[in-house]
């Protein structure tokens, strides 16, 4: 069965700096992998995913995530924070298209002044 | 792009009501539709999975007489929460899959359960 594993329950960062949200994960075939951001009371937006093409996935509000099958890595990076960026991240994952999505436990991302 | 409605977004009931929340795609048949569960500061949790038309498949330890799931057409699923207890409060989200479309799963905003 597939998982996912979400290293650090929580990041800190200043404005500006490197945001870097880690996950690893655990899949018998070649998995279907997606970050999504969640907000306060709100549900889930799609920040990226990857589905086999280019290894390097771009995404919304400039984060991109590197997909790297020799670590069983998908981390999660944006170059520069912004403060609107506080948030709770999750990393999932999907072993074939349809199938439900498996969650991390979640990264807290807070961003100071 | 793809929207999932889910309504109501809060509910408050008494304790041995029910409560039917419900999950609508708007603008794409959904054939398969997912509802979580998250408690507070944790991740999201499958509860059951529903296809159109068919029986919902719940995940091992879900019980499917309390967590009624219903899928009658292409754009809405509903979960309804028998005999609400004050243990069932929580945050519940779905989910839809497009139809042929690659890997694409849109979520609800939620609903926020608090039982009474």
């Known amino acids: 069965a597939q998982s996912v594993t979400q290293l650090g329950s929580h990041v800190s960062v200043s404005e500006g700096a490197l945001v870097l949200l880690r996950c690893n994960y655990s899949s018998s075939v070649p998995p279907y992998l997606f970050w999504y951001v969640q907000y306060p009371n709100q549900g889930l937006q799609l920040l990226l995913k990857?589905?086999?093409?280019?290894?390097l996935v771009k995404g919304i509000n400039g984060f991109e995530a590197e997909f790297k099958k020799s670590e069983t890595s998908f981390h999660l990076t944006k170059p520069s924070a912004h403060m609107s960026d506080a948030a709770e991240y999750f990393c999932?994952?999907?072993?074939?298209?349809?199938?439900?999505?498996?969650f991390g436990k979640g990264t807290t991302l807070s961003v100071s002044s | 792009g793809a929207v999932v409605s889910q309504h109501p977004s809060r509910v408050i009931c008494k304790s041995g009501t029910s409560v039917k929340i419900e999950c609508r795609s708007l603008?794409?048949?959904?054939?398969?539709m997912f509802w979580y569960r998250q408690f507070p500061k944790q991740s999201l949790m499958l509860m059951a999975t529903?296809?159109?038309?068919?029986?919902?498949?719940?995940e091992q330890g879900v019980e499917k007489d309390k967590f009624l799931i219903n899928h009658a057409s292409l754009t809405l699923s509903t979960l309804t929460v028998t005999s609400a207890h004050p243990e069932d409060s929580s945050f519940y989200i779905c989910?839809?899959?497009?139809?042929?479309?690659?890997?694409?799963?849109?979520f609800g905003s939620g609903t926020r359960l608090t039982v009474v």
């Open positions: 990857y589905t086999s093409a280019a290894t």
């Open positions: 989910s839809a899959r497009e139809q042929d479309r690659d890997s694409g799963y849109t």
């Open positions: 999932a994952v999907s072993d074939q298209a349809g199938t439900a999505l498996i």
């Open positions: 603008d794409f048949q959904a054939t398969t």
């Open positions: 529903s296809n159109e038309g068919s029986k919902a498949t719940y």
